[in-house]
């Protein structure tokens, strides 16, 4: 039985929208469109994140089960709603040999991949979303990577723990999690001080509450809830 719940709110009632976009305090997402209750549960999370749990938490993971999930919807819009507590966020893809999502600086400031190729805007030099190093160097504060400094060996957990001594709150949108998840995978989840679990209602009837604990269990990081998305396609 899932009581672990820190905010009222025990689904998350997210639906997608294909032909549209939406802008939420400033994020424009292109596949998620979200009902009140969603946004006041997340609201509600950022508040626990900001207030009770912040003292606990310096890394948080947002996972899933399924390949459509939505869990990169609900950690874009969780990031971007603790930035209203002007915390320094950062987001990142749980695949992080791979690329950068996004890195939140401030109250409601964040810089992406397309912002700095379009304009350069708050980096000196476009950031590099396939170089370890880079990852490196934006985990100390400074995402402008020193070419000559390569990080041949990539330690998930090492650079993890150092990108929690710069930022307020580390935020991995990790694969989804299931048997088959990977090593590389599970050790960035089990770094993670807490998770949040994102389900696909489609899902659901297969993943049983008891499924669906057991998942949570095999997690190492504390969970503190999951996210029922509503999402058909």
Known sequence: MLTSIPFSAQYFNATRARKYSMQYN????????LEAPT???????AQQLHGSLSDQLQSLCITGVGNK??????????????????????LVNGDLDKCMLRTYVGKQRHVGLAEVVAS??????????????????LSRGNPIADRLMRNEVFDQQQWLAQATQTYDLVIVDAAPF??????????IVDACDAN??????????AWSKLALSNTIGALKSRSLGYVLNQSSN
């Open 69 to 90: 999930a939505g869990r990169s919807s609900i950690a874009m819009l969780l990031a971007n709603e603790l930035t209203k507590y002007d915390l320094k966020i950062l």
């Open 178 to 187: 299931n048997k088959t998840t990977s090593d590389n995978d599970r050790a």
């Open 26 to 33: 400033g994020l424009i997402t292109d596949d998620c469109q």
């Open 120 to 137: 350069n805007q708050n980096l000196s030099t476009a950031i590099q979303p396939t170089s370890a190093e880079n990852l490196d160097f």
């Open 39 to 45: 946004a006041n549960a997340i609201s509600e999370l």
């Open 196 to 205: 949040v679990l994102v389900v696909n209602q489609q899902h659901f009837g």
